[in-house]
């Protein structure tokens, strides 16, 4: 897939956050449940094209690793990223603040860049409450304040990913065409996000 | 020496009269014998020569990394030859290397009967530290040291290792007061200087508090008297030291390695750390806070060092200091190399291409070298880790033998249609996947133009030969390791050596005879040794090492002719078996 990646992906977040379960969900369609655990060492890079209103958009999609050893070198990962999917696991409270960590240094480094909160293994919660560590108004309230996304998945069941993915390429497009017609209307404003209504969003229980 | 065998050693002929043995060892308990035929205590032939060449000096002992050999001649200045084992009659066995708790000054021989006990070379405090040291290891036990067939736990723990997955640490939840924990084969255990538990082989590092901090009294005890401990021996139980900056290394051993080679292993976890971390950061962190817990960082990574550790295990590889070489047609290897030269972008500072633990090709700069630490640690990078199947990754590696400083950054990635071929191209800097995506992508597309995609997946798994041809049923087994190429090549495991058990025990034999080879205070060219169950020859010239597995039943006169045969053969198809030169840029 050596090839023109128009939009740069960056998925962050606390290590055993499922973050390459959910790349490799998006990706390759599949989810091994038996597999063990296997963090990632760096980053592992993936590329899908999608297709929005009939435009063709290359996603880059960059995995990195959760684990705090690399932190120092995951500002190369997410260097230019025009979107990033900053993960945390809803089984794991630990995982939603150092999520809040991911946050702030995107907001720091990579002020252009589109954040989108994102909870995990949705399938532990949904049927057992109990599960859930990080609750859903306050991760909603959260992604407010960040002016952020925020989506629920699972890898297990590929609730929301496709929808995830297709949202950020959507957006993207949008974005940039917004920017063009900003350009020719000349109007230097913050480009509006225009949202069309998530399709999935009412299947969310959230 | 009452030789009457000559062995003309560098036209690799061996010649044999009469097999007149002449400086035998005999272990007492199976009755085995070692024959070592030519004089010993030859200077080691230099092995600085070419393709791997190693970018420091290299000691004498070649069985180890230069850096260990040039500490231990620094160790062994003051004592004599650390290692040194008297031969002719003692009832030493073979493969003991002495030293009873051995330090700089102060050097113990093995002397009869003094294997019983634990022997302490210092005065009286070290001896309650280190009695204290082998009782922790049997709390809630029985005082005296369980010696419950060992073997036995090391063959389960073998079987047990192939079962479970690779990625769990199986292990971690031992209980140290448990039997199965005390009994472990070989336990190890890696500790910051200032006491802090880093790491330990099984069970959690923090039910081992206490035993950490023995091993670092122990240590800082002995540095009081600017000495340093190197081994504690007690029955069968070998204690072994490895001191870096900051960090110590220490094995609990019954197996029978060597002090040195325990060491090279114990060298293993410690590159493996540096691999993950580097040096300077190691230092930096250390030096910024002493008490500083580096699991926090290490955290997914103990995986890694379980595994280079299980290699070290079961693998003669990785202490005899090759590599194994994929076998496959010279011609296709030509190929292969040379597309990869031809397209190689100008970031990329090596490449190489593995199936896994076994090396196809390499290519390296000329003013560059990469040592065989470091090629393990990049096998054991790929198969310690799944990951790198299902996506292209971009990987902060140190490769401590080319500079322990700094990352590499590797570019991994599988050759496509699920081939078992993986390539890793690596970069000094970490803005340039895509160039190296590319490279990829190109070297890739001419491999598949020219068909050779698949011809690379057949071979990895056609490589494994047998030497059936050579119509010379005594020979079970050889290992065959080119000192200049340092290239390792032998066939499949016979039958006879499925068990692993077998295994295991061929595995000591190859140790024992290449400590017998190489060390240099009494190292020998030519070995012959009849077990119960097979005869061994070991033969060292100045461009291989030979280990060759006989019949148990052959004479000495066939083994040497046989192993004459079998090294004309190797000779003739060493371009097929392993690499032997390395294209430069």
Redesign the interface.
Known sequence: M?GKVDLKVVLLGK?YGGK?SL??RY??GKFNAQ????????????AKKVTVNGESVTLGIW?T?G????ES?SR??YRGAKSAIVCFDLTDPSSFERAKFWVNELKQTEEDCVIYLCGTKYDLVEDNKKARKVDASSAKEYADEISAKYVETSAKTGYNIDYLFMMIAEDFVNVTRNKVQANKDEDSSVALRLEQPPMNREKCKC | MATKEKVKTDDEELSVQAPDLSYDLLEEEDSEEFESVEAPALADEDEDRSFLPVTKKKGRESSSSPRIAQRRKKLDKGGGGGAGLEGGGSDVSLHEDIAHLTTDEDHFRNEDGLRSDMLISLGGPNQSIGASLLSTMTVGEKPKLPDADPETAELARRARMNSTSKDEREFEDEDVHSSSWINHHKHIFIVSTSGKPIYSRYGKEEQLVSLFGIMQALVSFVADDKDVLRCISAQNLKIVFLQKPLVVFVAVSRSKLSENQLKLQLSYAYYQIISVLTYTQIKQIFERSPGFDLRYLLQGSEKFIDNILNITDSDPCYLLNGIRCLSMSPSLRQTITSTILQYRAKEVLFALLIAEDRLITFIKPKDHNLHPIDIHLIFNLVMASTSFKSAESWTPICLPKFNDSGFLHAYVSYLPENSPACLLLFSTDKEKFFELQQCKERIVDKLSKLGLLEQISNSVDTSDYNIDHLQAPEIRHFLYRSRKSYSITSPTMPHLYSSEEDRLRLFDYFMTMNQRLHSHAWATKILYHIGSKEALLGWRTSNFDLYVVFDPLISKAQAILLGNKLIRWINKEEDRLIITSTPTF
Request: proline share 4%.
């Open positions: 050596a290590e390459t790349v490799e990706i390759h597999a063990p655990y296997q963090s990632t060492i760096g980053a592992a890079f993936g995995d690793a684990s705090e050893r690399y070198m190369i990962y």
